[in-house]
C-alpha cells in the first residue's frame, strides 16, 4: 500500500511561524532560527527563514499540532509521540535557495529524518 505524500497546505492566507534548531555535527543543539512553513508531507517540510542553511544540516523542529486541526492524517499518526501536543522530529536540509523577491529571506525543503528524542 503506497503512502499519500501530496504537499498540503500551510492554511490558506495564514502564515504559521514556528521555530527550529540547527545542530552540530557531535548533535548539540546550535542555535535558535525563526521560520515560516510553506507547506508539509509525511516526508518532510519546505519553510522560508531568514537564514542561509546548508545542505545536509541537522535540524530539530517542533511544529504545533493544534495548527493543522484534529485532522488524524497518515503524515501525523506516523510521527506524533502520545498526546504531545507537538510535533518533534530530526530533519535534514535536501536544499536552500535564496527568494529572488526578496533578499535576505531562503526557501528551505526538508526531510524528516527520525522523532526527537524525547526530553
Not at 39 to 53: H, M, P
Not at 55 to 81: C, Q, V
Request: hydrophobic letters at 40%; proline letters at 2%; a negative charge.
Amino acid at each position: 500500500m503506497a503512502i499519500n505524500e501530496r504537499r498540503k497546505g500551510a492554511r490558506k492566507n495564514r502564515q504559521f511561524a514556528f521555530q527550529f534548531k540547527t545542530m552540530s555535527d557531535d548533535g548539540s543543539n546550535a542555535h535558535l532560527v525563526g521560520g515560516v512553513l510553506i507547506d508539509y508531507s509525511i516526508a518532510g517540510i519546505r519553510f522560508i527563514t531568514g537564514e542561509q542553511l546548508e545542505k545536509n544540516t541537522a535540524l530539530l523542529i517542533e511544529l504545533d499540532f493544534d495548527s493543522f486541526g484534529n485532522e488524524k492524517t497518515d503524515w501525523r499518526n506516523l510521527w506524533e509521540a502520545g498526546d504531545d501536543p507537538y510535533l518533534k522530529v530530526i530533519g535534514s536540509v535536501m536544499w536552500c535557495q535564496e527568494n529572488k523577491h526578496k533578499a535576505g529571506e531562503f526557501e528551505v525543503g526538508t526531510r524528516f529524518v527520525e522523532k526527537a528524542p524525547q526530553a
